[in-house]
């Protein structure tokens, strides 16, 4: 379990991480055109974004 100042850092940065390209996603399949499928683009960006944001609020609550 992720109890280390320096492990919720990993976790903030990769939760920017996706939460930025499920962004750039979004904005790419709204303004430029369909690039992804729907059904890809939501599991490829949006759950794993979703997912990473859970488990970092989750570790925060848990690591006091």
Sequence with gaps: MATTKEELKTWKIASFVMVSLAGVAFLIQRFLGPFFD???EICIFYVPALTIVG???YFR???N
């Design 55 to 57: 488990l970092l609020l």
């Design 61 to 63: 609550a848990h690591s």
């Design 38 to 40: 729907v059904v890809f």
